[in-house]
């Protein structure tokens, strides 16, 4: 399956030696590094985007499913680094490393759920996909309960209940009435399934789990612009924000010229 054996290269020296499934990967300085480099840096995008969309709501419902999805995108990445930090420094306070992942992987299932909030929210839905926005946070929380008894014990079981979490509302999704969107969820879903290799492939490829944060991040991406393109960018709340622009601009002008009026005075006044 794998014939490319990159500890024969020059790229061997990055990675350490694969591990039975029942043992945990010991990524070496320079992946360590990268695990939290790849996903440190979208704490603050994340953040931004997050606001972006609180300010561009125009009702209730829309405030309430940025807070649902920013909370969960931000925290995912927050979570994530901060393990990743304690996984490389400090490894050897083994019970607090081990809870940190246990975090780590409990805030993937609220992710999860929140991506789906906003469109389960705010998108007209069947009159059966309508329960699907309460019981997504209900398999979240079984998801984490699962996590806080079980961790670890079925990698296998772990990945399938993860690709459950993640598919089953999207079965919902495809019985929307509108269909924008649902090209840049299908894409984005691809990557998070595609990243899921370089997940499996600790010891086997160098970097294998930066290059996993790095399809996350790009598949939270094209799932955030899909949100902020079809659910927010399109109400009102857009043209409160470029009226908010437009009004300061005019007023800069105004100030603007107020001032050179002021200066303009005494020397007219000065001349002949
Ligand atoms: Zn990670």
């Not at 909030?117 to 309460?134: D, I, K, Q, S, T």
Request: with cysteine; hydrophobic share 45%.
């Amino acid at each position: 399956m794998y014939s490319m054996d990159f500890r024969r290269t020059k790229l061997g020296r990055f990675m350490n030696n694969r591990v039975p499934s029942s043992k945990r990967y010991q990524p070496t300085e320079y992946e360590h590094a990268a695990n939290c480099a790849t996903h440190g840096f979208w704490i603050i995008p994340s953040i931004l985007g997050s606001s972006v969309l609180y300010f561009l709501s125009d009702d209730q419902w829309e405030t309430i499913s940025a807070w649902m999805y920013g909370t969960g995108l931000s925290g995912l990445f927050i979570m994530s680094t901060m393990f990743h930090t304690v996984s490389w420094k400090k490894s050897h306070l083994r019970k607090v490393e081990q809870r940190f992942h246990m975090c780590d992987r409990m805030v993937i299932y609220f992710f999860i759920a929140a991506s789906y909030a906003p469109w389960l929210n705010l998108r007209e839905l069947g009159p059966w996909a309508v329960h699907m926005r309460w019981l997504v946070w209900i398999m979240a929380c079984i998801g984490s309960a699962y996590v806080f008894f079980f961790h670890e014990k079925n990698k296998i079981l772990d990945l399938l209940c993860y690709t459950a979490m993640g598919a089953v509302p999207a079965v919902v999704l495809l019985s929307m009435p509108n269909r924008e969107g649902i090209l840049e969820l299908s894409v984005g879903g691809v990557f998070y399934c595609l990243g899921i290799v370089f997940f499996k492939s600790d010891g086997l490829i160098p970097f294998a789990h930066a290059i996993w944060h790095v399809f996350v991040a790009v598949g939270a991406g094209i799932h955030y612009y899909a949100i902020w393109r079809y659910l927010y960018a399109t109400g009102t709340g857009q043209i409160k924000i470029s009226r908010y622009f437009e009004n300061s601009f005019l007023e800069l002008a105004y100030v603007g010229r107020e001032l050179e009026c002021l200066w303009r005075s005494p020397l007219t006044a000065l001349m002949p």
